[in-house]
DNA sequence: TTGCTCCTCACGTCACGTGAGGTGGC
DNA sequence: TTGCTCCTCACGTCACGTGAGGTGGC
């Protein structure tokens, strides 16, 4: 027979099964998000599963762009709300707010990964010019055919270096026309 | 007839044609990332127009995830870079890291977004509970249908919650068996 | 007693935000 | 001279990371 404590879990334990570090763990307390549900004599932290729960539940509202003092308003809300429709409505436009910002995100990430498939398509090209072009002299102005009209931002970005020698010479502007 | 400095932008013009902030186009610049093409007289920041084709390269790989000491050392290896060839490689293998987690990240927002839609459509259903349920004793308990298995995890989030008060009592465990 | 885990400060990091106090240029 | 913009420090923020120095419990 073991005492009451046995289904209890220390903060390392909850860190291994959450995936959270326990400095992180231990923010989220001091943020009233997330508690023990006691202490050992020697001052441990004792959790029960529950705590994976809030813990998964943090961790999705993070993903959705809330940050850790929004989820705290949020938390908020929903205590000092009398009843559940009331609190329903604050939650319900929160999320679906965050809903629409989601649908943003993955049309923005879609366009960077057709941006990066376009970069890798003219780089392969690249790959194999001959004569080898020096990057700071010749590829500006690069000859090869890379089947494409212009050259992908990703790319036209690293043209475009003053370098480090250059920063120093301060060139000192005309006075008048 | 104006000087030749007629092309050039000043801080301010950059930042609303780039949307960038000037603290942010000053932070580029002590990390090497961006530099004016000169100063003025009374020490103004000068830029000409390649500045936004290195403003949107910064931002869309930053969009891709990499920090700005990732793009400073990935502009490093471009600079130490003797041929094309050679620093395409680096260029190459970055790019398609990136896209692999691009993917990912796309893949996770999409079940983000199904997590929310799931979610909202049970929170429909709370709108009308009659008679109106106290969140924090009867929601755990829901008698409701709501039309689904289990709880979403955005809402079973709300009810391990200890609360304020409760966070004062300091339960002794009990010592032996 | 040895190891491993836990504790509480408290400072560091990253990409900026936000004043403070002062100057340039039409 | 008035306004607006620019300048350089330098401290604040957010979500932790990373020690320092000390203790619990099998």
Redesign the pocket.
Known sequence: MRPASHKHL??????RQSG?????L???EE?DLLH?VA???????LYDESALTRIRW?ELL?EAG?????IQSLLQAWRESRNAPEAMATVRETFSRKLAETREAIARYEMLARELEGTLEYLRTCRACRPPRTTKQDCPQCPEDHGMKQEPALVAGFHTDPGRRERIVLPVLPEGA
Chains 1, 2 share one sequence.
């Open positions: 220390k903060v390392g334990d909850l860190s959270k570090t326990v400095r992180a231990r923010l989220y943020l023990p202490r050992s004599n020697g001052g441990f932290r943090i993070q809330l940050s850790l003092h929004q």
